[in-house]
């Protein structure tokens, strides 16, 4: 089971379903979300704003996936988890409202690397290139 945190809010229960390249990958932690350019605007002789206009959409990803299942898929990508063409992860949980919401994602790692501690169950957060976070999308 695994965790998500959705435009800052977290969620315990969720079943994330991931596959890059055909090879099913076990998510640990998801967090995913949308930041939109804000400024404000200023006229001669103001001391104030007087208005304010809204800019581009950057989305974000960060995913924690358990170090056994990226052995197989750095093999299949050759070597490195770079090279991976851009692939949709499809997030799907209950809300605080006892409500189905599906989310949609299309990524690809940003970063790779181990991380090796004492602890059962080993797993990396990986930053992930988002291209796209689509919220709230239909099954």
Do not use: C
């Amino acid at each position: 089971m695994a965790t998500i945190n959705r435009n800052g809010k977290t969620y315990d229960s969720v079943d994330v379903t991931a596959f890059i390249d055909g090879i099913p990958i076990e998510v640990t932690s998801l967090t995913y979300g949308n930041e939109q350019e804000h400024q404000l605007n200023w006229t001669l002789g103001s001391s104030q704003a007087t208005s304010w206009s809204a800019g581009k959409r950057t989305p974000s990803a960060t995913m924690g996936v358990m170090m056994h299942d990226i052995a197989p898929i750095e093999m299949a990508a050759k070597g490195s988890i770079l090279d991976i063409k851009p692939f949709k992860l499809i997030v799907s949980f209950t809300n605080e409202f006892n409500a189905p919401v599906f989310d949609e994602l299309t990524v690809k790692f940003q970063n790779e690397g181990r991380e090796v501690t004492g602890e059962m169950g080993l797993k990396k957060e990986y930053t992930m290139f988002a291209l796209s976070v689509k919220l709230n999308t239909k099954p």
